[in-house]
């Protein structure tokens, strides 16, 4: 978490928690897909825990050590995503992470436009905000810029990165297309008992059967 002296600059966690909700919601409120398209099982679920608890306790780690954790969380991340292209939208959540994992490892750490603190009503002066975590201010030094937290969201108070957008739509495609209903198996109706003929009277089963034998062999050529 980033704070200044007007607000926090927020961090992906929240557009993330929203590429979530939205995906879950549309893939609830699509029609029920036939059975044979049944949702993909995302592989590496473990892995993709992993990765995402390593990026979640990165910013709470200060130095070194916070900047490893974080990238080798992305990394993982972006390996677990390839090994699911398999699932639509997974590409785009590779692209995203890729993105942010190639601006973080040149930098040291994410950059943050200046600017867009300001646009984004987090703080009056871009130059009052202390960022922690791997994130620090925009330099001249530091490269990739079209790709640090340069998107400002006014409404959330957010600043985030391209790749931050590009893993989140991917991400909201993933959680639709794993959670779609599935229509429910078809019912074959139910044929009508054959009767049988009922016997002549007087007439027992075994005469019944002798007869039919007698009146095939009649048929015969």
Do not use: C
């Not at 995302?42 to 070194?64: K, S």
């Not at 905000?129 to 969201?153: F, N, S, Y």
């Not at 391209?162 to 229509?183: C, I, K, M, N, S």
Request: no cysteine; charged share 20%; aromatic share 2%.
């Amino acid at each position: 978490m980033r704070r200044g002296a007007g607000g926090t600059v927020g961090s992906a966690v929240v557009l993330i928690t929203l590429a979530v909700v939205a995906g879950y919601v549309a893939g609830r409120l699509r029609a029920p897909g036939p059975r044979h398209l049944a949702p993909p099982k995302v592989r590496y679920r473990a892995l993709l825990v992993a990765g995402v608890a390593a990026d979640a306790v990165a910013p709470r780690v200060d130095g070194f050590v916070g900047l490893t954790l974080l990238l080798t969380g992305l990394g993982v991340l972006a390996l677990t995503a390839a090994a699911n292209i398999h699932v639509a939208g997974a590409g785009m959540l590779t692209a995203g992470v890729v993105m942010n994992l190639a601006v973080i490892g040149w930098n040291g750490g994410m950059p943050v436009r200046h600017d867009a603190l300001v646009e984004a009503g987090i703080v009056h002066d871009a130059g009052e905000v202390t960022l922690d975590g791997q994130r620090h201010l925009e330099t001249a030094d530091d490269h990739l810029k079209l790709l640090d937290d340069r998107i400002p969201i006014r409404p959330a108070q957010l600043v985030v990165s391209l790749g931050d957008t590009v893993l989140a739509v991917g991400l909201a495609v993933v959680v639709a297309r794993t959670t779609r209903r599935l229509r429910p198996p078809a019912v074959s109706p139910a044929r009508p008992a054959r009767e049988r003929e009922p016997l002549p009277a007087g007439e027992s089963t075994a005469e019944w059967f002798a007869r039919q034998l007698v009146t095939a062999g009649d048929h015969d050529p």
